[in-house]
């Protein structure tokens, strides 16, 4: 029984995420009779149309795509027996995808990067920044290997380990009266105009979670794209906010005119942590990598 090869299901796959022969084979960087042959060969092996042929392009019949959604699961689990084997004769070895969310790569990574080059010098770590929730879908769908994210999150299919705990500082314009206060307490903030970053940012709802705040505030709805947008706006008199510490001794508040004080019972904003895929080949990997972030830490 002849079967079709994995490159001729990533033809297939090439098909389907370029709707055109022409672009698939660009991509695939082959001729475009070399892969218009392979395809009409898969369709003879197993007795059924998958591509309808159009004038401006391509698009997948229903044993078409049938056959697509089975062959991507095919080249994903190839591509872990690879990585799987890699890692066996040498953990951090070739190519490894880490994600990490704003309000904690621009702070942790560089701790972390020096020493993985020095430890791991055949590693070739590919990063990408994002939002929590885009990462857990990347880390499903195999883009990423590991990720760091801000704890506690559940996702099925997701496993996780903490890394350590951030604390929130309180970052307030110089001459504000809580700076000034013999005490800080999270409840003295229920008064204030609180600053957070927009929707979307899982700091934001760890900041109103731990203050107890509630989602929508009366007063000024005012959002930030970034911690260091968040930190100007608090310069400008709009507001005050929290910060993690993490990002504090990073120097995220350097040249502002602002000031940081911690709350008297320290104020656990966030855990960090390292989550991968279930069942990834390179969980061991990214445990290790856990672990030279949490020295960091």
């Known amino acids: 029984m002849h079967l079709p ?3 001729q299901l990533e033809f297939l796959c090439a098909i389907a995420n370029e709707g055109s022969f022409s672009k698939a084979a660009d991509s ?3 001729t475009q009779p070399t892969l218009s042959s392979a395809i009409k060969e898969v369709e003879g092996l197993l007795g059924i149309q998958l591509i309808e042929r159009e004038s401006r392009g391509a698009s997948l019949t229903r044993a078409g795509e049938a056959a697509v959604e089975r062959a991507r699961t ?14 066996a004769g040498a953990p951090l070895s070739g190519p490894f995808r ?6 904690i790569a621009p ?13 791991h010098a055949d590693l070739k770590l590919y990063l990408r920044e994002d939002q929590t929730d885009r990462l857990i879908d990347a880390l ?11 704890l506690p999150w559940e996702a099925p299919g997701i496993e996780t380990m903490e890394l350590g705990e951030d604390e929130f500082l309180l970052v307030a314009p110089s001459d504000h009266a809580l700076i000034k206060s013999p005490s800080l307490k999270s409840t003295d903030l229920s008064n204030e105009d609180v600053l957070l970053l927009e929707d979307g940012h899982c700091l934001r709802d760890h900041a109103l979670s731990v203050c107890r705040l509630p989602s929508k505030r009366g007063g000024a709805d005012v959002t930030a794209t970034s911690l260091a947008t968040l930190v100007h706006m608090v310069a400008g008199g709009l507001g005050v906010s ?11 508040t350097s040249g502002a005119d602002v000031k940081l004080r911690a709350f008297d019972n320290p104020l656990i904003g966030r855990r960090i942590g390292i989550a991968w895929r279930t069942g990834s080949p390179r969980a061991a990997e ?3 990598i856990g672990e030279l972030v949490k020295a960091a830490l």
């Open 5 to 7: 090869t994995l490159r």
């Open 28 to 30: 695939c960087h082959v």
């Open 74 to 87: 095919i080249l994903s689990d190839t591509a872990d027996l690879v990585s799987a084997a890699r890692q």
């Open 98 to 103: 880490l994600g990490a969310i704003p309000t």
């Open 107 to 119: 702070f942790l990574l560089p701790r972390t990067l020096k020493q993985l080059r020095i430890s």
């Open 140 to 150: 499903r769908a195999r883009k990423l290997d590991a990720a760091l994210i801000a």
């Open 242 to 252: 929290l910060l993690p510490k993490l990002a504090t001794e990073a120097g995220v």
């Open 286 to 288: 990214a445990q290790m």
